[in-house]
């Protein structure tokens, strides 16, 4: 099956510094990728859709100067959360759908632990 | 948002049936109902997905009503290692994903 990786799985850092997440899929073409956080017993929300080559759509409420997502290549997309808050400390998951017989699913990631001290 | 609502948990017997329901009542003709599931600490996992008819895979089943206004996720034969929250999504094909608050499903020996 379609294999998507995160890196960093855990990640420490300073208030008011940034950080960046990789997302990428293994094995197919991802033409989509999809952000999400989820916070401590709650669910999934979704950040951000972004196509390949194409700027980030981002949900309503979320700041995209502040949660950058670059898709440059068909298999990476990035999210970076610039100048972090304790507050933006969550679980950041990312998923990718494809073409052909990639296209019905979304491919989740393992997920990221960002911890802002 | 969501498009669906489902019981906040359930427990199931260990080797019996988990059934979990979800309600979509305002899902529109093209969009597919999708079953994933997320065991602590990790991404979801897809279990199945379906249109209009029954699906069935090695993980699990799914029906769905004739008016699809509501469908079960059938765990055929519940283990320990079922133990996860199930989200139930409707969603276009290419389209968002927007969970809901799911079932958190309890398997217990």
């Known amino acids: 099956g379609a294999v998507v990786s995160q890196h960093p799985s855990r990640v420490i850092c300073k208030s008011g510094t940034s950080v960046k997440i990789e997302c990428r899929s293994l094995?197919?073409?991802?033409?989509?990728m999809f952000w999400y956080r989820q916070f401590p017993k709650q669910s999934l929300m979704l950040m951000a859709t972004?196509?390949?080559?194409?700027?980030?759509?981002?949900e309503q409420g979320v700041e995209k100067d502040k949660f950058l997502i670059n898709h440059a290549s068909l298999t990476l997309s990035t999210l970076t959360v610039t100048s972090a808050h304790p507050e933006d400390s969550s679980f950041y998951i990312c998923?990718?759908?494809?073409?052909?017989?990639?296209?019905?699913?979304?491919?989740f990631g393992p997920g990221t632990r960002l911890t802002v001290t | 948002d969501a498009k669906t609502t489902q019981p906040t948990s359930m427990d199931c017997a260990e080797g019996r049936a988990a059934n979990l329901p979800c309600n979509h009542s305002?899902?529109?003709?093209?969009?597919?109902v999708y079953w994933y599931r997320q065991i602590h600490s990790q991404g979801p996992q897809y279990i199945i997905h379906?249109?209009?008819n029954n699906e069935t895979n090695e993980m699990a089943s799914l029906i769905i009503t004739e008016d699809r206004k509501s469908s079960t996720l059938i765990l055929p034969h519940a283990t320990l290692r079922d133990t996860a929250v199930y989200y139930c999504?409707?969603?276009?094909?290419?389209?968002?994903?927007?969970f809901g608050t799911g079932t958190s499903l309890t398997v217990i020996p």
């Open positions: 998923s990718a759908r494809g073409s052909g017989t990639f296209k019905y699913e979304q491919y």
């Open positions: 094995d197919f073409q991802a033409t989509t």
């Open positions: 972004s196509n390949e080559g194409s700027k980030a759509t981002y």
């Open positions: 305002t899902i529109s003709g093209n969009e597919y």
């Open positions: 379906g249109l209009k």
């Open positions: 999504i409707v969603s276009n094909t290419g389209n968002q994903f927007y």
